[in-house]
């Protein structure tokens, strides 16, 4: 069970971050902030290409950053979204990052969905992607 305290620190790291996405194509910026179970937080922000299959998520780039650092268990992932009028609103992960955090999470893996540190929703892995691809 994830804390208040960090639910809200996850969430302002994944808003902090949002503000740096590059993102000049669709005008909709995301953040994410990954925990792991020692407490240190990845962030990752969307990374637009004009070759729109060579960008990456913000998700899939927090999940990035902390593999390569080495790290391999996590306790939960925020995530926020905003478009051009930059209000807030509920982002969920595309199917390439629900598949990329059921790589690494087990089903009860918390997702939070926040439109602030006060308005979010938290589901696990295993609502968002209850059959996953497993070799």
Not at 88 to 101: D, I, N
Request: aromatic share 8%; hydrophobic share 40%.
């Amino acid at each position: 069970m994830i804390k208040d305290s960090d639910i809200k620190a996850l969430i302002q790291s994944a808003i902090a971050v949002k503000e740096k996405s590059y993102s000049p194509y669709s005008h909709f910026q995301v953040g994410a902030a990954l925990m792991t179970n020692s407490g240190k937080v990845y962030t990752g922000t969307n990374i637009e290409n004009a070759s729109y299959p060579v960008g990456i998520c913000a998700e899939r780039s927090a999940f990035a950053a902390a593999i390569s650092n080495g790290e391999r268990d996590f306790s939960a992932l925020a995530i926020v979204g905003s478009s051009e009028n930059k209000e807030l609103r509920f982002c969920t992960p595309c199917g390439m990052c629900r598949q990329t955090a059921a790589e690494f999470c087990s089903s009860d893996f918390p997702i939070i969905l926040a439109k602030s540190e006060e308005e979010y929703e938290i589901h696990t892995i295993g609502e968002l992607l209850p059959v996953t691809f497993r070799l």
